[in-house]
Every structure is written in structure tokens, then in C-alpha cells.
């Protein structure tokens, strides 16, 4: 009788393995398992070593058959590297040799900094005109194979003469999981630098707000299991990360450093929504240069929101040439209780301090 019940009780965990089912516990699932893979990257590239290095970089996101891409801004280095058209003609074609879709959101290197000399001293609302009319002109993504997606219709950010729409702001959906963009910058988000733009901030800081919660009630509505948020800027979130980020009270989210704060009421509404929300969400950004995933975001009490991860791409390093043209696989359940895991994919050929053998 025991020899049975031991087979008995066997055949039945592989049953729930193979099934996805808990077995004991709260009956949640937790699966090792993953419907779909997407691509993160970004912060790249920033010398003539990455761009030569992009082709094994695209190579491998190819390989690995991914949903789609996104990238989370800054096509180029912040000084000392014009800010022409020839750049993003350079970046159509990067994202033009993606196979399946490609979705992009701009960094502050594309436009806001464009305005320093070393860059050309461009006006940066024209380089972002220029960027929504290039890159953003249809209602579909890049890559060979563009998808469909919503596109922000108001409110209205800032042009060159005119207030217009935000349409590198945009939404889509895979597989029951909410995906969005938001033109979020570094920089202070255009409140500092060479020629900081107030005004340009406040319509676009209402319009990221806007649609941050117009995405959280489209999730909702279609009972979405995660969000995913990807923008630009690294927004600082505690006192800790004194080298790569603004600093900032958790609790109340105030910048407690000498710069003027450009993601208080956007990180304030980002809280506010991941709480309502109760299920996984993720905020993607580049910007700070250091790849890591971590959880943190803290409630006005202190208490670490357990369903809110943060995930920063690889990029930069220019002066270790390929050493960070990497990227990051996502890979994707729907059906799990954390719905994303995340594992860094360091590039063979792009290898430096210990290479590929």
C-alpha cells in the first residue's frame, strides 16, 4: 500500500508540473514556465565601439524570438555628438533590422540635450518634433513586423510654435499584459541643463500623468495581469543611490538634493496607481547607466510595495567599449503569480573584460 500511495503521490506532482497547478500551499500558481520573451534595451550607443558592436546586439535579440523590443531612449552620447538628422536616420535602420516589433521612447540625449553646443546647439522642442514625425508618424510600432498601438491624443505636449499631441506616447497589449511609454526624461526632465523649459515640462509632465492613468484604467478594464511603464529617466526613488539618480524622501518622494525635481508628481501618480492596481507592475528606464532589478519603491508609511519592480537597461560605459552592449530578456506569463522574470543577456561577441571562449 505505501509503495502505491508513493507512486500515487508522484504521478500526480508531475501532473501539476506539467499543468502549471500548485500543489499545497495557497493555490496560486507559480510556474517556471513562460507563454512569451520581449527585449529591453537602450543608452546606446554612445561611441563609434558600441555602434560597430549594435549588429551582434540585434543578432542576438533575433535570435531569441522575442514578442518585440523596446528601446528606453538615448540613441547617442549626451555631449560631443551632433544631434543631425543623419542620427536618426542611423537609429531607423537599427530598429528596421528587428525582427518582429520595435518600440522606441526618446531620451533626453535625443532631444532635450541637443541644445548644448557640442551637440550642434539645436532647439530641443524641434529635435523633438522632429523625432514624433520620423519615428512616431503611424499608429503602429517599428520592426519588420509593426504592431498595432494606441497613440496619447491629448492632452497636448509643446512644439516649436504650437502645442501638440504626444504621440510617442503609446500603449499596447500581449497576451493579457498592459505595455505603455512615456516621454520621461533626465536632465531634471528639462528643468535643468543649458536651456531648461518649463513650460515644455509642465504640458508634457500632464500628459505623461494622463496617460499613466488612462493606461492603469485600460489595464484594469480588459483585466490585465501586470503594466509594464517603460520611459527614459531614472527618477531616483530613496536616499541610497547617491552616484546615478536623483535623491529623494521615499516617503513623501520630494527631492531632498539641490536640483529642480521633474518626477515627483509623475513618480507620485506611478505610486498611486501601482497600489489601486494590487497586481505586478514594472517601470523600465536607462539613463543612470547601471543595469539592476529591484523593488524600490516604498508607501508614505515606509513599506516596500511588494507588486512594484524596477528594471534598468544596459548602456553607456563608452570608455569600456562593448563591455555594456547587452540587453535584457523579460520573459513573460500571464498566468503566474509574478507574471515577469528577467535575466540580463550578455552578448558573446560584445564580451571584453572575460571573453567568450
Known amino acids: 500500500m505505501r509503495r502505491r500511495l508513493t507512486i500515487a503521490v508522484a504521478v500526480l506532482g508531475i501532473a501539476a508540473f506539467a499543468t502549471g497547478l500548485a500543489v499545497g500551499g495557497n493555490g496560486e500558481s507559480n510556474k517556471k514556465t513562460f507563454e512569451y520573451a520581449i527585449g529591453l534595451w537602450g543608452d546606446l550607443p554612445y561611441s563609434d565601439a558600441q555602434e560597430a558592436a549594435l549588429p551582434a546586439l540585434i543578432a542576438d535579440m533575433n535570435s531569441a524570438q522575442l514578442a518585440f523590443t523596446v528601446h528606453d531612449g538615448d540613441l547617442k552620447a549626451g555631449s560631443n555628438s551632433p544631434c543631425d538628422n543623419a542620427l536618426y536616420v542611423r537609429a531607423q535602420g537599427w530598429f528596421a533590422s528587428l525582427e518582429g516589433a520595435a518600440m522606441f521612447t526618446p531620451g533626453d540625449n535625443d532631444w532635450t540635450d541637443c541644445d548644448r553646443p557640442s551637440n550642434g546647439g539645436f532647439n530641443s522642442r524641434e529635435r523633438l518634433d522632429h523625432e514624433r514625425a520620423f519615428f512616431f508618424s503611424t499608429a503602429s510600432s517599428l520592426g519588420t513586423r509593426p504592431m498595432p498601438q494606441e497613440v496619447q491624443s491629448t492632452p497636448d505636449c509643446l512644439g516649436v510654435n504650437r502645442p501638440m499631441p ?192
Open 166 to 357: 504626444c504621440v510617442e506616447n503609446r500603449r499596447w497589449t500581449v497576451k493579457g499584459v498592459t505595455y505603455a511609454t512615456v516621454n520621461v526624461q533626465g536632465s531634471c526632465n528639462n528643468l535643468c541643463d543649458m536651456t531648461p523649459d518649463s513650460a515644455e515640462y509642465a504640458a508634457r509632465n500632464a500628459a505623461d500623468i494622463a496617460w499613466l492613468q488612462q493606461t492603469f484604467a485600460a489595464a484594469k478594464a480588459s483585466d490585465s495581469a501586470a503594466v509594464m511603464i517603460i520611459g527614459q529617466a531614472d527618477p531616483g526613488f530613496d536616499k541610497s543611490d547617491v552616484l546615478r539618480s536623483p535623491l529623494r524622501d521615499p516617503a513623501t518622494l520630494v527631492e531632498t538634493d539641490a536640483n529642480p525635481d521633474g518626477y515627483h508628481d509623475f513618480l507620485t501618480a506611478l505610486r498611486s496607481l501601482t497600489i489601486d492596481f494590487r497586481r505586478p507592475v514594472v517601470y523600465v528606464h536607462g539613463d543612470s547607466h547601471y543595469f539592476r532589478v529591484d523593488k524600490p519603491l516604498l508607501d508614505e508609511q515606509g513599506r516596500r510595495l511588494e507588486n512594484f519592480t524596477r528594471v534598468e537597461t544596459f548602456g553607456d560605459n563608452a570608455p569600456n567599449g562593448t563591455n555594456d552592449v547587452q540587453w535584457v530578456k523579460a520573459l513573460v506569463d500571464p498566468h503566474s503569480r509574478d507574471v515577469f522574470a528577467f535575466q540580463p543577456q550578455i552578448v558573446p561577441a560584445n564580451r571584453v573584460a572575460v571573453p567568450a571562449s
